[in-house]
């Protein structure tokens, strides 16, 4: 049977999937309100306790995420929970879980990466409808914007590339200058050319099995490692 999608209750905005059950939609507001937090609006500057939690690499931070969310994220992948893809929320949690969430839990194996084709189609079907785009706030946009950042692949990295300039011209404008995502260009920027040079991310070929090449083992030396 297909999704019930249609305009969310007064509570909610955005693309609502009816069809969610009430324990799965607990546990997307749980995820989302982890991630961004409670105490702001996701669309003015962020608190500063929250950067630590978002680009860091503290193992307090991976534990935390796995005693939380490792369960939910194992049904998930197996399919168990269905329909967030059709549900606002629902999208923005699963891009949550798959890309980021991933990267704590399963830091330094395969699995850190090994859903994120799942971010990528929600992403794709997100970002090929501006209207369904646009009911984002900012910071919610950002992080699925470096969802484009993750595929190796030379035009996902430019488009994010090109969607972060976007971003950042849209901020500067909607928050007076508040908030910029110039850092999250440069690192956009970065692994487009990481790509470009090398085809892929050296850094990821221990954990999944590759050979690097003599150039990537003189690269991985002193190179930015990033997800």
């Not at 961004?36 to 630590?52: E, K, N, V």
């Not at 534990?63 to 967030?84: C, L, R, T, V």
Request: aromatic share 12%; net charge negative.
């Amino acid at each position: 049977m297909e999704p019930t999608i249609e305009s969310t209750p007064d509570q909610v905005s955005g693309t609502y999937n009816k069809s969610i059950p009430e324990h799965e939609r607990k546990i997307i507001n749980s995820v989302l309100d982890y991630w961004f937090g409670t105490d702001w609006d996701r669309h003015s500057t962020a608190p500063a306790g929250y950067f630590p939690r978002w680009f860091g690499n503290s193992k307090e931070t991976d534990d935390k995420i796995s005693q939380m969310f490792k369960g939910h994220m194992e049904k998930y992948f197996a399919d168990e929970y269905k329909g967030w893809e059709d549900d606002k929320d629902g999208s923005m949690a699963a891009i949550i879980m798959c890309d980021q969430f991933s990267r704590n839990v399963y830091r330094k194996s395969a699995k850190a990466f090994a859903n994120d084709f799942r971010t990528q189609a929600i992403v794709h079907k997100i970002l090929k409808d501006e209207e369904r785009y646009a009911e984002y706030k900012i910071f919610e946009k950002c992080f699925i914007v470096i969802s484009l950042m993750h595929k190796e692949d030379a035009n996902w990295t430019q488009k994010s590339i090109d969607r972060m300039s976007e971003l950042n011209d849209h901020a500067i404008e909607q928050t007076g200058g508040s908030v910029n995502f110039e850092g999250a260009w440069k690192m956009a920027k970065q692994h487009h050319d990481t790509v470009l040079t090398y085809g892929r991310y050296p850094h990821r070929n221990e954990v999944l099995g590759r050979e690097s090449t003599p150039e990537e083992m003189v690269y991985l030396e002193d190179a930015i490692r990033y997800g």
